[in-house]
């Protein structure tokens, strides 16, 4: 049997069939914005959203940090400079006193019994002197005399003051304007020029005296600033002025004391506080300061995001003193470029960024 051929299309059919389909894809692959058009290009992407902080211009110090404690600029154990009992504390514990304010009287019976009879042994000197003297005018005594006369009334007169200093030292004064301390006798004590009475320091100013290693030697000098943190006194920092460089190093740790006298108005420093005091070295007044937290390290170099013009740059710093929160900038960037503190691990170079500017300023504390 002959196969049938009505199923089949003629020829000339398919042919057609296939040029008009050829002819549709090469219409849609010719349409502009089309998927895999020759003219289309790929969506732009959208800007990065950060954060950036302002570099800015600030004082910047070199500093040494150290430990110490506060110190009285003046402080004695106060002591008699007689025997006898104390009869009388003429000053409490606590009180600040004025200098010559009395402090204790001893009792002073037996010396001013003496001071009695030495005025009278001077008195009779000056008589017997007056004597001699007229005696001589009339030839009826002799030189030699008069010299002797003149020996025993100077040493009478001298016997007389040197009982009444000693009257006046029956009541002991304050040496200084200061705060009485801790009082170690009683009323009845009998007391020796070794037996303390009492402690006495100063009040304002205090120092503040730490120690730092002999390698900042050449960095030392009078007239430093110093600022200082105490332990006991949170929130509060103080300052004070250098007066005073030890020559001399300090073993077995090689170290420099260095002190510092500090305003106390308020009496808030005590001796013995411990404090964490900081010695400004070098001062620079407009260095670029920027937060810490947008500086990179990366292999052995730093590096931060900076945004110009709408896009993140990369730069390499060279960085200088810290300070909590903050970094001195030395090399890499200027005074009021923007630099990305939050968002940095999602930059590329030359990447679009859409700032938005934070706040940040230095946690300072209350200075005194």
Known sequence: MRPSHALLPPLGCVLLVLAIGGCDKAASEGKPGAPGAVGGSAP???????????????????????????????????????????????????????KGTPLFRIDDAELRAEVARAEA????????????????????????????????????????????????????????????????????????????????????????????????????????????????????????????????????????????????????????????????TAVRPRAIVIPEDAVLPLQGSSFVWVTVGGKAIRRQVTLGVRSPGFVEVIEGVTAGEQVVVGGQERLGEGAPVSAKVVERTPRAARER
């Open 44 to 98: 732009a992407s959208p800007p990065m959203p950060v954060e950036v902080a302002v570099a800015r211009a600030d004082t910047v110090e070199d500093a040494i940090l150290a430990t110490g404690q506060i110190e009285a600029v003046q402080s004695i154990e106060v002591r008699p400079a007689i025997e006898g009992r104390i009869v009388e504390i003429l000053a409490r514990e606590g009180r600040e006193v004025t």
């Open 121 to 280: 042994d001077r008195d009779l000197a000056r008589q017997s002197l007056s004597r001699t003297r007229d005696l001589l005018a009339q030839e009826a005594s002799s030189r030699a005399e008069l010299e002797r006369a003149e020996a025993t009334s100077r040493g009478s007169a001298a016997q007389v003051d040197l009982l009444n200093v000693r009257l006046g030292r029956t009541v002991i004064r304050a040496p200084f304007s200061g705060v009485v301390g801790q009082r170690t006798v009683s009323l009845g004590d009998y007391v020796t020029t070794s037996s303390k009475l009492a402690t006495l320091q100063t009040v304002s100013p205090q120092r503040a005296a730490f120690q730092v290693p002999e390698r900042y030697a050449d960095q030392l000098k009078r007239g430093q600033r110093v600022t200082f943190q105490v332990a006991a006194l949170p929130g509060l920092q103080f300052s004070g002025v250098v007066d005073f460089v030890d020559p001399v190093v300090q073993l077995p740790g090689r170290t420099i004391t260095v002190k510092a006298q500090v305003p106390n108005r308020g009496r808030e420093l005590q001796p013995g506080m411990f404090i964490e005091a900081r010695l400004a």
